[in-house]
């Protein structure tokens, strides 16, 4: 293979997004239209990864590399495994809903708006293919600016705090592990390839100062308790697009820095630390579902879902197994689907209504059914139902996670009730019941633009649910792969 | 062969997405047509295959794999053989007449082809748990079919109670597969393996496996297995302290009640518990367990079922008293004869809960018995068909339920004579619900259709067009017809007790230990149907049967002034009752109330306060209080920057001139 495609898959939406921006604001449907391109020309560049993806080696595929500041040997590097090529799909797949979803409700400054996104698309592209640690890095911090705006400019009355505390959060947790990244250039005398931090020689403890700062930078990305509480703000006051991509993409990247920095290069403090991340875990399960239950603003009770599953995703992760990771992957391109869908099913209401508060509803089933019938597909997928993508990575992790503890599996598996519980009784207090109140009454059901949306979302949170062995079959070598550099000892006996 | 076996669950798919998808594009009368065609192919289909499983010819094969992840996998498939072959039998033929039943009972619904899709995806559903070959599809038809269930009871989502009961019951069933679910995942740790047959067969060489749930208490691997998979058994079958959920899903449409929540669904954890028996076999404290739970739910149930006024809750109440009897069984390992008792109980029930559907559509949806009365000569096919369910029911002789429950409570004291711990109990309970069964069957009967007409009629205006007050009708044919249908079976489905319980009827698809000897001692005895019947007649259950039957007669046909009195005289008994043991109180109380309580306290106090509050604004305005500190060091002015240098360079001088010296 000769095409960069894995630069195509970066740049694309990212130099869409500047000719968005050029167009400007003197032709918003212009705008609209060529952001619609972009986001469409960026996941046709991405789908020949998954048709020519290699799922029978654990190396990585699509290599790349060109000198980037030669000065400090940092290099331009690329390259994919099989976790990367889910998060590019979900990534793009997300990138095109959000700019329809988009379409009509943003009125003010569109292209900026189509801008960010498309921007923001490209460089969590970055995120999940880069193999030079400083750009990760410089991917991974640039995220935040495009989403720092997109609150900050679209949001909700309370929009400048929510937007400062996302910033802020994320930012500051991610400071100390670009020191870790230059100890590791050093110790590696002078290169940022993950590749070569993978074989560095480190003692436990220097590899629990990195893992520490790893983990403060990809908890608060997930995010972990008791680091969430930014997550909560930002989905409330960011605009309904903003909230999909956080959720469906963004917190995948703290997971996905987990499994591609974390464990590889701190093996040894990674298991160490393993109990602590768990009981984090488990605790985002419980106390985070009881805390979802009592939320009166479906935006928060989804953003307290969300962190409540993503819990899983960390879970999966420290138990070191085949499942558990593979599981974690899983639930992470599904918990991109579902989330994406119930903020995108909130959206909907919020566009008519203009409230998210659960109270204000009641009864919406009788003016919109097939709203309905989706947002109870979506609900019940939220809850974890067999047949759902929903279920499985969480049958994962509780299965890998029964054969570490049977106590852990227990406290995992509450998600069962608690997940159904609320999301249900959310589902039952706006969706059914006599119609509420006069503006209840005057709902009109979904537009096609919305029922596109969501059909397709459901398309795939049924498709992963009923078949997910293909999923499954692209992760195993890059799962065992990272099995294999996570394994303990390794690290240290090379010091030897 | 293997064609048909897919036809069987896909036909009823079909029919669910093509009247669930074109709902509102479709006529009520296409709807109907296509989704029955499609579910007498399947009940044809399934005779086909029922046929073909008494041939000899069992099977058991993958379809595809769902997923494989590590060593484990993932697969859908069938095992097609007699416990599957039976159960397919039961739920296609009682799915068609529920169907049928539909186009009575529901044509004025706006909601007509939602119905019928509903019903349609619930009988694929069921039938995808009934022929898995594997413990994960089983979850995932055990899911689906809580689903529907949910959708179903919350069909008329307008009434506060009856979207009240579908959460209720969707939770309390996720409390049992909670459990469930955990059971199977220990499955797969230790076997290696969900595969059926290939959990079966590593079975004896495990049972001697140990695991320490809490530290320092080695506990048998099975037996936790065993209980963590009969809690989901518990939830999805309604036994205590899960039972909860069932008597108020009579909140969704009547049709449901009969196929979901009585024929079943319901019957699905007996059916679970079946298929496992060669786990539960060896675990004798799981079977104990199972037992005491079966006697608790039968005979606790069966005395609420005597102060019930609502028609649909005497019959749910009696569900649970009878899924009570078959858990029983379950413990007493008379798997032939819970499954026994499952078909037929299928079939009464389901003529119980129709036919209760029929009065309630010629009540004009009134469902109070105290507003019934005298409707035999009004409703003679349905008095008729009720007759024979609520005798059936009652486990009178010689229709279908006497045989099947007969069997129980004969082998719960074969057991009890074998010393199984609990079996003691187990009978008592069992004695006890037998007697509150004959009450609360004929009370039923006699008090909706004997007795004085407590209806309100409206003379003045009698026109039936009118709709509301006129004098009852009969209903029409799509009624009747499948309440005849099925009542056929409630009278003689009992009959082929020698084959199906005594005899070798199930083959290898139970396994029973060879310490558990009850059965195959009751097979020595069993000489007939009619011996059978005749020696009933001197034994304890059928006097005490006699004796609630008698009671009820007396109470509402010779003195049905009675019944007031001895409610008033009672009054403490009857309130426990009415209050269902305070169960509903509680939950609400301490699990609903409670979980919501912790929610908010943690949320106000962990995340706002402590968190947000705490730390993260916090250290916001210690570094905005901080920086306004030092900011007043950045004065600007010459002369405080001077002024701060020289005092530096003194202190400077003075540490160097006192460290020289």
Known sequence: ?496 | MQKLYLLVPLAPLAGALLSGLLCRKISNRVAHSVTILLMIVSTVAAAFVFRDVLDGHTFNGALYTWLESESAHFEVGFLIDQLSATMMLVVTFVSLMVHVYTIGYMHEDPGYNRFFSYISLFTFSMLMLVMSNNFLQLFFGWEAVGLVSYLLIGFWYTRPTAIYANLKAFLVNRVGDFGFLLGIALVLMYFGTLDYARVFAQAPTLAANTIEIFPGHAWSLLTVTCILLFIGAMGKSAQFPLHVWLPDSMEGPTPISALIHAATMVTAGIFMVSRMSPLFELSQTALSFVLVIGAITTFFMALIAMTQFDIKRVVAYSTLSQLGYMTMALGASAYSAAMFHLVTHAFFKAVLFLGAGSVIIAMHHEQDMRKMGGLRKYLPVTYLTMLIGAWANAGLPPFAGFFSKDTIIEAVHAAYSAGVPGAGFALLCALGAVCAGGFYSFRLVFYAFHGKERFDTHASHGHEEHGHGGTPHESPLVVTIPLILLAIPSVCAGWLIGTVVFGDYFGSSIFIAPEHGGMAKLAEEFHGVLPMILHSFTTLPFALALAGAGSAFYLYIVKPDLPAVLRAKLGFIVRILDDKYGFDRFNDWFFAGGARGLGGGLWKIGDITIIDGFFVNGSARVIGWSSTVIRQFQSGYIYHYAFAMIIGILLLLSLLLSGSV
Request: aromatic residues 12%.
């Open chain 1, 1 to 496: 293979m000769n095409l960069p495609i894995l630069s195509l898959v970066i740049w694309t939406p990212i130099f869409a997004g500047l000719a968005v921006l050029f167009i400007g604001d003197r032709n918003p449907r212009a705008a609209r239209i060529i952001a619609l391109l972009g986001s469409i020309a960026g996941l046709l560049v991405a789908l020949p990864l998954w048709c020519l993806f290699d799922i029978k080696t654990p190396e990585f595929q699509f290599v790349e590399s060109a000198p980037w500041i030669a000065a400090f040997n940092v290099n331009y590097h690329v390259g994919i495994d099989g976790m990367s090529l889910l998060l590019i799909l979900l990534n793009c797949i997300t990138t095109v809903l959000v700019i329809i979803a988009g379409w009509e409700v943003i009125k003010e400054r569109v292209s900026q708006y189509m801008a960010a996104f498309l921007i923001l698309s490209g460089l969590m592209n970055g995120v999940f293919c880069a193999l030079d640690a400083l750009l990760f890095y410089v991917f991974f911090e640039a995220t935040l600016i495009p989403m720092f705006i997109i609150i900050g400019v679209w949001g909700g009355p309370n929009r400048v705090y929510a937007a400062v505390k996302f910033f802020l959060y994320t930012l500051m947790g991610s400071l100390l592990s670009l020191v870790a990244l230059i100890y590791l250039y050093n110790a590696a005398g002078g290169s940022f390839s993950l590749l070569h931090f993978y074989d560095l020689p480190l003692t436990l403890n220097v590899q629990i100062a990195i893992f520490s700062a790893f983990m403060l930078a990809f908890a608060v990305k997930v995010p972990m308790w008791p680091v969430h509480t930014w997550l909560p703000d930002a989905h409330v006051e960011a605009p309904t697009g903003g909230s999909v991509v956080l959720a469906a993409v963004m917190l995948k990247l703290g997971g996905y820095g987990f499994l591609r920095l974390s464990l590889p290069i701190t093996p040894d403090a990674s298991h160490e630390l393993a109990g602590f991340v768990i009981a984090l875990s488990l605790l985002a399960v419980v106390y985070i579902g009881l805390v979802a239950l009592v939320q009166a603003d479906m935006k928060k009770l989804i953003a307290y879902s969300s962190i409540s599953h993503m819990g899983f995703v960390t879970l999966g992760i420290f138990i070191f197994s085949v499942q558990g990771i593979e599981g974690a992957i899983l639930q992470m391109i599904s918990h991109g689907f579902i989330s994406a869908a119930m903020f995108l099913c909130v959206g909907v209401l919020y566009d008519r209504m203009h409230t998210r508060m659960i109270a204000d509803y009641g009864g919406v089933v009788n003016r919109m059914p097939v709203f309905a019938a989706l947002f109870m597909l979506f609900a019940m997928a939220n809850a974890g139902l067999p047949g759902t993508s929903g279920f499985v990575g969480e049958w994962l992790v509780i299965l890998a996670t029964m054969k570490v503890s049977f106590w852990y599996a227990v406290l995992g598996a509450t998600t069962l009730i608690f997940g159904a519980a609320y999301t249900l009784w959310m589902y039952k207090r706006v969706v059914f019941g006599e119609i509420a109140n006069p503006h209840v009454a005057e709902l009109n059901d979904l537009s096609r633009r919305e029922f596109f949306i969501l059909a397709v979302l459901a398309l795939f949170v049924l498709v992963m649910g009923l078949y997910p062995a293909p999923f499954g079959a692209v992760l195993h070598e890059s799962v065992n792969e990272i099995l294999r550099l996570a394994a303990p000892g390794r690290k240290l006996l090379i010091g030897l």
